[in-house]
């Protein structure tokens, strides 16, 4: 039995509701449910998608079974092949089917397996010698077609409700708008466009059963008008990202989720995503509180963590609070490369990141190394190069402090959890940390309706970033980080190669191994967490090394293709060589982009 089929017998509840939508898992699904006439439907029209899309892998197979050395046209064969395969692709977001190319370091350090899937086939057609691969290649295909062929299978016993149904199609929508559209899936092929007006098809074919019983012109009429401008502007490096988001995909996620309470489905809010928020670029479209143990007395929970943001006896020597190295009036940073020791001399391993929406990941620090806010909190109060203070010293100067009294008690259920403790510091903190999150910028003005918000030079930024440049595949909207949509469950980490300095002439490679330190496997080594760009115009200098001093600089060294562009060898780096082959004109738009993602300073009162 190949390996995916095991996978995705594994993983059946999580991917079948995907397979529902035609393109993504979505694991909040309970069985059994009660069927209802609507899903039922769109479970029966899916089904038979499985059987497309296992032929389109028979197909893939076939193609590349006739691969024949300094034959192009069988290579423009399997191309047309892996094209309509990827077309008839039904489950986008099951990475057993769709695994990147090169191993994610967010993986689990116990759940290594090689590169496999549609986006390895992609990446080995696109070889400088094509033919070499194809023992491999009809490995996977092989692989593909077995599993492909196993998918029918899962639908067996399976219901679900039409509540669920919409949800996923929400995810969905969201997914080709924050993923599709960028090229996440197929870089190479750059068939991103093609494959969203797919996507938004099987959009259509899974509202038509609830469309019948209850109509709505107005959903019907932007989902249309949605299909008809992503057919006729099927060009990866000249489609008009902004004018699509705020023409025509916002304005259908407005309409879908008006059209859930027209249905009168109650979706419950239960992860990160909100699926009652207008858009998913508006304030609300991200839940904090799942971040959060006590998001009923998040209010009292801020005031907490405000007042210990800035208090210095939480340090060993009391001479320093986490506002030294994360100050206010420099966006939560300090400006420097590398922070100063709390010894005064030395500096720490890394650059201090800002704070502003770095609540937002599941995992914290650059290497990745803290699960949550809380983790990296203790770690950060302990370390004896940060704050250097014993959980008795912070204790022992807070607990007989009325005011900090007082604090608790508002801030926590009834209870041993009132009680002055490191871990309701370690929450009151993280509390203020994920209200520094103000999406005050010029881009978000512009995105909620404000069109004198942003010069068209930024607006051609931001549409580079979302696409040639490949930014977005990363830096993922709407808050620009490594959280990956639409599901927003984990955080990606990436091996870019960064050297000791930002001089192309003279490029070193760092000695900072990254999470690699603490994951000791080969595919760790290097690798870091990506961070937010929202703010970065006034938070340099950059890298987890502060090697970077402009942005020009950081823009030009994706340009060039990372650290084994600029003539590094590092085998594991997840970044492609290849030049972007930005312009100058073109480097200078995305950084007007990055600088329209400044929020106004932050008032500390």
Excluded at 92 to 97: I, K
Excluded at 134 to 158: R, S
Excluded at 184 to 208: H, N, R
Excluded at 533 to 550: D, E, I, L, Q
Aim: hydrophobic share 40%; with cysteine.
């Amino acid at each position: 039995m190949s390996g995916i089929v095991k996978a995705i017998q594994v993983q059946r509840a999580f991917i079948i509701t995907g397979i529902i939508i035609s393109l993504i898992f979505w694991p909040a699904v309970a069985l059994p449910i009660k069927p209802e006439s609507q899903a039922a439907q769109v479970i029966a029209a899916t089904k038979l998608k499985c059987v497309a899309f296992a032929n389109g892998c028979t197909s893939l197979k076939t193609a590349i079974s006739g691969l024949k050395p300094n034959d192009r046209e069988s290579v423009k064969n399997c191309h047309s092949a892996l094209i309509n395969c990827r077309r008839q692709y039904i489950i986008e977001s099951a990475r057993d089917f769709n695994a990147p190319a090169k191993f994610e370091a967010e993986e689990p350090e116990d759940d290594y397996r090689p590169p496999h899937g549609l986006q390895q086939i992609e990446a080995l057609l696109f070889d400088d010698d094509v033919a070499t691969q194809k023992p491999e290649l009809l490995v996977l295909a092989t692989d593909m077609q077995t599993a492909a062929q196993a998918l029918p299978n899962l639908f067996n016993g399976f219901s679900t409700s039409n509540a669920q149904v919409m949800l996923c199609l929400q995810l969905g929508l969201v997914r080709v708008m924050t993923l599709g559209i960028t090229g996440f899936d197929a870089p190479m092929l750059k068939t991103g466009i093609t494959e969203s007006y797919y996507s938004f098809l099987a959009l259509q074919s899974a509202l038509k059963p609830f469309l019948d019983k209850q109509p709505s012109a107005q959903l019907s009429n932007k989902l249309a008008a949605t299909l008809s401008y992503l057919k006729g502007h099927p060009h990866f490096d000249r489609f008009d990202r902004m004018r699509f988001l705020t023409g025509y995909a916002m304005p259908l996620q407005q309409q879908m989720v008006q059209y859930v309470k027209l249905l009168k489905l109650d979706i419950k809010l239960n992860g990160i995503f909100n699926p009652r928020a207008k858009n998913v670029f508006s304030v609300d479209a991200l839940n904090p509180d799942v971040f959060l143990d006590f998001p009923d007395h998040k209010k009292q929970l801020l005031a907490l963590g405000k007042t210990l943001f800035f208090d210095k006896r939480l340090s060993g020597t009391a001479t320093r609070s986490c506002a030294t190295c994360h100050q206010p009036d420099k966006y939560f940073t300090d400006g420097l490369a590398k922070s100063i020791s709390i010894d005064g001399h030395a500096q720490v391993l890394r650059n201090a990141p800002t704070l502003l929406y770095a609540g937002y990941q599941h995992t914290q620090f650059w290497d990745g190394r803290a699960i949550s806010p809380i983790d990296q909190i203790r770690e950060v109060l302990s370390n004896k190069h940060e704050m250097a203070a014993a959980d008795s010293q912070i204790l022992a100067r807070l607990k007989h402090d009325k005011k900090y009294i007082s604090l608790f008690k508002a801030a926590f259920p009834p209870g041993d959890y009132q009680k002055i403790a490191m871990y309701g510091i370690a929450e009151g903190l993280t509390a203020y940390i994920l209200s520094l999150a103000p999406r005050t910028s010029a881009f978000d003005r512009y995105m909620a309706g404000s069109i004198s918000a942003l010069n068209k030079t930024a607006i051609k930024g931001f549409n580079l970033f979302m696409g040639k440049a490949q930014c977005g595949t990363c830096h993922f909207a709407p808050l620009f980080n490594g959280l990956i949509p639409p599901i927003y469950q984990r955080t990606e980490m990436e091996i870019i190669g960064v050297p000791k300095t930002d001089n192309p002439k003279l490029v070193q490679a760092d000695d900072d191994e990254g999470s690699f330190r603490q994951m000791p496997q080969e595919y760790n080594r290097g690798s870091f967490k990506t961070p937010t760009v929202r703010n970065v115009a006034k938070t340099g200098p950059y890298m987890h090394n502060g090697s970077f001093h402009t942005l020009e600089k950081v823009v030009e060294f994706y340009n060039a293709g990372g650290g084994n562009g600029w003539g590094l060898d590092n085998p594991n780096q997840t970044l492609s060589a290849d030049s972007l082959k930005l312009t100058k004109v073109e480097v200078k738009q995305i950084v007007s982009f990055l600088n329209s993602l400044t929020d106004k300073p932050i008032a500390i009162k």
